[in-house]
């Protein structure tokens, strides 16, 4: 049934000129299956740029929002529409709206795992790998940050002579990560390096050796002569770490840290979407249109 049913994806994808995009949170049977996988970053940059008429989307609810504000002209479907993140639901339109009426000066910035509403209201988004060379490239001395308040203070340790208010959101996988789970690995594992991302808890952040997005964890774990790792991030990140260093040790502290709503894609709700092609993302065109401004900006700026 698994061959049979990775064949008729493949199959299906052909038919429909589809392109299948997946996050390293994914199943590892879906990262394998995806022609593209990565963090929200690089699958932002190929949902603007492919050539394909159909998006399929293995990520959660944000991610199928920013790939449709990117490209409106394709039909971009979701295995799962009820894959959705809560810290992007940890603000909405009213909580933005009462941040800038406070904060008259202050740029708008949103972290990338936001709502297409909340967008709307943002002047830049980031995301975890783009945030610093964003950051760099922003003039303005008082910055609004939403909705993650952990990589909003990663972040304003980097910039000390701007003031940062913070939306108190988070994400409960990573705030949740412990600092006796990581120290009880390093006992075990003197030499092990820590790899943190910056959506955990600072107490976390001040453990590790490196912090960085999914990509930068991966690329450093893979420039490393290091043999263990103790990885503070999401568990489906592993398939692509034993994917590239087969010989290496990666440990999650703690007994699991896995995202039910990632963790949603299947390989039969993939097949049936592509079937009936439906699980379509729909974003209302005023929404998007003003949405779009801030990912534009996110893309400028990085690679200024």
Partial sequence: MGENIVENIKLLKSERNAIILAHYYQPSEIQELADHVGDSYYLSEIARDCKEDVIVFCGVKFMGESAKILSPNKKILMPDLDAGCAMSDMIDENGILE?????????????????????????????????????????????????????????????????????????????NIKVCDIIHLKNKYKEALVLVHPECKKEIRDLGDYIGSTTGIIEYATNSEKK?????????????????????????????????????????????????????????????????????????????
Wanted: with cysteine.
């Fill in 99 to 175: 941040l800038k009426n406070k904060y008259p000066n202050a740029i708008v910035i949103g972290y990338i795992n936001s709502t297409a509403k909340v967008k709307a209201h943002c002047d830049v988004c980031v995301t975890s790998s783009s945030a610093l060379d964003i950051l760099n490239n922003v003039d303005n001395d008082e910055i609004i940050f939403l909705p993650d308040e952990n990589l909003g203070g990663y972040i304003a340790e980097s910039f000390p002579e701007k003031k940062f208010i913070l939306w108190e959101g988070y994400c409960k996988y990573h705030h």
């Fill in 228 to 304: 263990d790792y103790i990885i503070a991030t999401e568990e489906g990140i592993l398939y692509e770490l034993n994917k590239k260093n087969p010989n290496k040790n990666f440990l999650i502290p703690g007994e699991s840290i896995s995202c039910i709503d990632m963790k949603k894609t299947t390989l039969k709700n993939l097949y049936e979407t592509l079937l009936n092609m439906d699980n379509e993302v729909v974003v209302e065109e005023t929404v998007r249109v003003k949405a779009l401004n801030s990912l534009l900006n996110m893309h400028k700026l990085a690679e200024v």
